[in-house]
């Protein structure tokens, strides 16, 4: 059924006579919920990036299997198949000792001089560069190539990226339990608040109901003074949040892009998270709201 | 004449376990007017509940304009007290709307359109004689003209039944008449009046039929009845 537009005014006009009624109350409420996205808006700022990040590692995770020395041509192209059957390998790509050396070079930077004698003579083992399927897998197919003849060595960011994976768990439960807890904590005092003024109203809400007015007609004037204290409520935060990370972004970020990492970028962050820190806010207020006047239809 | 009420074998048990209602047979015409009457505790505003569907009944039927209301939706509840007025002894008025804008209230709230609502809330305070005094504030009215303005509400959707808790209760005997005088013009329209009351003196004078109430069940129904308990 579509709202007349006469009624739609009519409820507009009830929501912010109510809200500019109980004005102070109007700004606890939109206090409450501007603390919780804050929080929020900076927590999610932290937390995508570190996914973010743990994804850039785990695409860079990778097994160098070192070849002795003294294994030959063919031994090495037999060692070659049998890393490839190994389970959970995606790919093996051979990595002779000069690119060895000189992507070894490239990562220490410009700094040439210091390698020119090793030039020469080359110290460096060929390798095998093994692609898990998994990152997980890293740890397995490790050992398993150890055990290979021919093997000088397996390397791989043996506890780093454990350790890596095992922060951004804890992170991200700790985080969400944290932004739950939250976000409750701001729809009851929304709902709290609204339950103060509703006293007031609460005679209103009565002879509504009784000469016949339908629940979703009451309801709606509290729907649209929810919806505007959330809204209201993340101003700040999307604010707050488009200025902290352009900071973060713009200087942190600068440093992190030497290494094989990177942050998400500017305007894909503050766009997503503005959006989300909006809906956020529209939800925790129409729910707080719509929740605290339940009790006062059951007439 | 239609039958405008009719109950069969209405029992009504509140949660804490008191019964209520106990087997409540009835039928009220068209057009009748009824005093529900009985000792305190006899049931008289529970039996008015359910007339109103505030309250459902535990067992039995009840039916409004041939509707049962026992087993009405949710949903249609809304649209079914479209169809009933209901006056109470508080007179439950808004004290920061004035007295046009408190009946206007109960037209606004289900949607009739503008110009309609004018036209009847003008038509309906007339009827009540309080026309003078549509821009005033409930608090500058006396007790009387208060319930006036609640029964100009009731009635401004045009219901074809009129339910009253004790309308005079809070009234002294001389402004209770004048309340009679508006329930006499609104039942001359046509409307089915169902009053629930302690005023002996209205009974006794202003006959119509009379239901008693005793421990929830009728002991008593009398066209042209008397109060019948000492005061
Ligand atoms: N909400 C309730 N919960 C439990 N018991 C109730 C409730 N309302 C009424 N009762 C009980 O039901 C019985 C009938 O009450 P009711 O209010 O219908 O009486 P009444 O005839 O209107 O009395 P009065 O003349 O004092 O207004 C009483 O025993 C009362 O205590
Ligand atoms: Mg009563």
Redesign the interface.
Known sequence: MVMKLRTLQRHVKESFKSLGRNGWMTFASVSAVTVALVLVGLFMMVLFNLNKIAGDIESDVEVRVYVDQSATKADQTQLASSLKQLKNVQSVTFQSKTQGLNSLMKSLGNDKNVFADVKSDNPLPNAYILKTKQPEQTASVASQAKTLPHVSDVRYGQGTVEKLFHVINIARNVGIVLILGLLFTSVFLIANTIKLTIVARRREIEIMKLVGATNAFVRWPYFIEGLIMGVLGSVIPVFLVIVVYHFAYYNLGGNLSSMFISLIPYQTMTTNLSLLLVGIGAVIGVWGSLSSIRKFLKI | MDDMIVMQNVWKAYPNGVMALNGVDLSVKEGEFIYVVGPSGAGKSTFIKMI?R?LKPTRGKIFVNHKNIANLRE?QV?????KIG?VFQDF?L?PKLTVYENVA??L????EP?RMIKRRVMEVLDLVGLKHKMRSFPDQLSGGEQQRVSIA??IC?RPPVLIADEPTGNLDPETSWQIMDVFKRINEQGTTIVMATHNRDIVNTVKHRVIALEGGMIVRDEEEGAYGYEA
Do not use: D, K, Q, T
Not at chain 2, 108 to 111: A, G, H, K, N, P
């Open positions: 109103f505030e949903r809304p649209y079914f007290r479209r209901i439950r808004l209230f109960a606004e709230v289900i949607e503008p509400r009731s959707n």
